[in-house]
Protein backbone atom coordinates (compact mmCIF):
# COMPACT_ATOMS: atom_id res chain seq x y z
CA UNK A 1 0.00 0.00 0.00
CA UNK A 2 1.28 3.24 -0.48
CA UNK A 3 1.67 6.66 1.47
CA UNK A 4 -0.95 7.93 -0.56
CA UNK A 5 -3.54 5.11 0.40
CA UNK A 6 -3.10 5.92 3.67
CA UNK A 7 -3.35 9.67 3.37
CA UNK A 8 -6.80 9.17 1.19
CA UNK A 9 -8.20 6.79 4.00
CA UNK A 10 -7.11 9.00 6.46
CA UNK A 11 -8.81 11.53 4.99
CA UNK A 12 -12.24 9.58 4.08
CA UNK A 13 -11.86 9.01 7.90
CA UNK A 14 -11.56 11.94 9.03
CA UNK A 15 -14.52 13.08 7.14
CA UNK A 16 -16.56 10.15 8.49
CA UNK A 17 -16.10 11.21 11.91
CA UNK A 18 -16.77 14.76 11.23
CA UNK A 19 -20.52 13.62 11.54
CA UNK A 20 -19.78 11.51 14.16
CA UNK A 21 -16.68 12.03 16.86
CA UNK A 22 -15.47 9.24 18.11
CA UNK A 23 -14.21 9.10 22.44
CA UNK A 24 -11.06 8.10 22.42
CA UNK A 25 -10.83 8.60 26.21
CA UNK A 26 -8.39 6.96 28.49
CA UNK A 27 -6.83 4.97 25.63
CA UNK A 28 -3.03 4.82 25.66
CA UNK A 29 -2.42 5.48 22.62
CA UNK A 30 -2.54 8.92 20.62
CA UNK A 31 -5.49 9.20 18.58
CA UNK A 32 -4.20 10.04 15.06
CA UNK A 33 -1.63 7.02 15.72
CA UNK A 34 -4.29 4.87 16.33
CA UNK A 35 -6.35 5.93 13.02
CA UNK A 36 -3.16 4.83 11.20
CA UNK A 37 -2.94 1.66 12.82
CA UNK A 38 -6.63 1.43 12.10
CA UNK A 39 -6.16 2.61 8.52
CA UNK A 40 -2.78 0.21 7.54
CA UNK A 41 -5.08 -2.83 8.94
CA UNK A 42 -7.74 -1.68 6.33
CA UNK A 43 -5.78 -1.44 3.89
CA UNK A 44 -3.76 -4.89 4.38
CA UNK A 45 -7.35 -6.23 4.57
CA UNK A 46 -8.12 -4.64 0.73
CA UNK A 47 -4.81 -6.33 -0.25
CA UNK A 48 -5.48 -9.46 1.29
CA UNK A 49 -9.00 -9.69 -0.59
CA UNK A 50 -7.25 -8.91 -3.89
CA UNK A 51 -4.85 -11.40 -3.55
CA UNK A 52 -7.42 -14.47 -2.76
CA UNK A 53 -10.23 -13.05 -5.37
CA UNK A 54 -10.82 -11.87 -8.56
CA UNK A 55 -14.23 -10.51 -8.31
CA UNK A 56 -15.01 -7.23 -7.13
CA UNK A 57 -18.63 -8.19 -6.43
CA UNK A 58 -17.05 -10.32 -3.76
CA UNK A 59 -14.51 -8.53 -2.58
CA UNK A 60 -17.22 -5.89 -1.59
CA UNK A 61 -19.00 -8.32 0.15
CA UNK A 62 -16.68 -9.48 2.12
CA UNK A 63 -15.73 -5.58 2.60
CA UNK A 64 -19.99 -4.95 3.63
CA UNK A 65 -19.72 -7.93 6.09
CA UNK A 66 -16.83 -6.86 7.62
CA UNK A 67 -18.39 -3.16 8.19
CA UNK A 68 -21.93 -5.16 9.38
CA UNK A 69 -20.23 -6.86 11.82
CA UNK A 70 -18.31 -3.57 13.11
CA UNK A 71 -21.36 -1.92 13.20
CA UNK A 72 -23.43 -4.86 14.90
CA UNK A 73 -20.44 -4.81 17.55
CA UNK A 74 -20.66 -1.03 18.42
CA UNK A 75 -24.82 -1.25 18.55
CA UNK A 76 -23.79 -4.03 21.14
CA UNK A 77 -21.46 -1.57 23.21
CA UNK A 78 -23.79 0.91 23.41
CA UNK A 79 -26.71 -0.65 24.53
CA UNK A 80 -24.52 -2.63 27.05
CA UNK A 81 -23.02 1.00 27.76
CA UNK A 82 -26.47 2.48 28.43
CA UNK A 83 -27.78 -0.07 30.47
CA UNK A 84 -25.19 0.18 32.79
CA UNK A 85 -26.00 3.75 33.36
CA UNK A 86 -29.46 2.63 34.29
CA UNK A 87 -31.20 2.82 31.20
CA UNK A 88 -33.86 0.06 30.73
CA UNK A 89 -32.92 -2.47 28.40
CA UNK A 90 -36.19 -1.60 26.41
CA UNK A 91 -35.26 2.05 26.14
CA UNK A 92 -31.67 1.63 25.38
CA UNK A 93 -32.96 -1.08 22.27
CA UNK A 94 -35.24 1.66 20.92
CA UNK A 95 -32.98 4.19 21.48
CA UNK A 96 -29.96 2.31 19.30
CA UNK A 97 -32.79 0.86 17.25
CA UNK A 98 -33.74 4.22 16.01
CA UNK A 99 -30.18 5.50 15.14
CA UNK A 100 -29.67 2.19 13.30
CA UNK A 101 -32.73 2.74 11.18
CA UNK A 102 -31.78 6.19 10.53
CA UNK A 103 -34.94 7.52 12.99
Given at each position: ??????????????DVEAGDPLDFG???????EARRLVALSIL????????????????????????????????????????????????????????????
Amino acid sequence: MSTDEVKVLLTLMHDVEAGDPLDFGQLPLDDAEARRLVALSILQMRNRLVALTDSQQEREMVLMASAAHLVLENFLMHYQRLTARGHSAEDAAASLLSRLRGG
